[in-house]
């Protein structure tokens, strides 16, 4: 399998500019997670998704951050309009269906973002 | 907020030393996982616990947990240089709510010198 794919895998951008991040997870996964990296704040989760449905976005910073998950194989996270405190690596993250037995997460590779 | 928080923040030891990281958390889980994040790279899972045991093994690591004292305990042996990376608890909340959430700790960076 060829595990979660997160593109691109580096992002600089100017202030202001629209970013959009895109995850595919891994097939038969039906649970999708968008975090966010930083020294300061570490790992924080932003957004996660159940069959396709925003399940709990409290994490989203703000509204300048929106996701979507408009199939089972894909997903994006916006930010619009960046701002450089947004620079961190994203990652995203599935997990299988909840009969498997297991909630393991599998995370992608991630997003190394800058605004600057 | 988080809930697992990993104790000690940095660990430096030599190759051969065994490397003991601790986790505490705040609720009820589920299980508690551990995973580990090489530099500049997405996090891997290791181990996972049930709340319902008390000790788990594979390979060289070993995992306690104890749910008295909301907390874990995450044991590599014989440490290679290759360990070296951070390595964080993320643990299931038992609590009623959508399947799969995840919380994780902030981290411990283990360093393994030759």
């Known amino acids: 399998d060829a595990g979660v794919i997160q593109s691109p895998r580096h992002e600089v951008t100017e202030m202001g500019q629209e970013v959009t991040l895109r995850c595919k997870p891994i097939?038969?996964?039906?649970?999708l997670f968008w975090y966010r990296q930083t020294m300061m704040r570490g790992l924080e989760l932003l957004i996660y998704?159940?069959?396709?449905?925003?399940?709990?976005d409290s994490g989203m910073p703000e509204d300048r951050f929106s996701a979507k998950m408009p199939n089972a194989s894909f997903s994006t996270l916006k930010i619009q309009p960046s701002e450089p405190r947004d620079s961190a690596v994203y990652f995203c993250?599935?997990?299988?269906?909840?009969?498997?037995?297991?909630?393991?997460?599998?995370f992608g590779p991630g997003t190394r973002l800058t605004v600057l | 907020s988080q809930q697992g928080e990993e104790d000690p923040q940095a660990l430096s030891i030599q190759e051969g030393e065994n490397a003991t990281m601790n986790c505490s958390y705040k609720t009820s889980i589920n299980n508690l996982q551990w995973y580990r994040q090489n530099s500049g790279r997405g996090l891997v899972h290791l181990i996972l616990?049930?709340?319902?045991?008390r000790e788990k093994h594979s390979g060289r690591l070993r995992v306690t947990l104890d749910t008295s004292k909301k907390s874990s305990s995450l044991l590599i042996t014989a440490s290679r240089a290759a360990d070296t990376a951070s390595y964080f608890c993320?643990?299931?909340?038992?609590?009623?709510?959508?399947?799969?959430?995840?919380?994780f700790g902030k981290g411990t960076k283990l360093s393994v010198k030759p």
């Open positions: 993250a599935s997990s299988p269906p909840a009969s498997r037995g297991t909630d393991t997460q599998y």
């Open positions: 998704f159940n069959n396709n449905v925003p399940i709990d």
């Open positions: 993320a643990t299931a909340p038992s609590r009623g709510g959508s399947q799969g959430n995840l919380i």
């Open positions: 616990i049930r709340s319902n045991e």
């Open positions: 097939s038969g996964h039906n649970s």
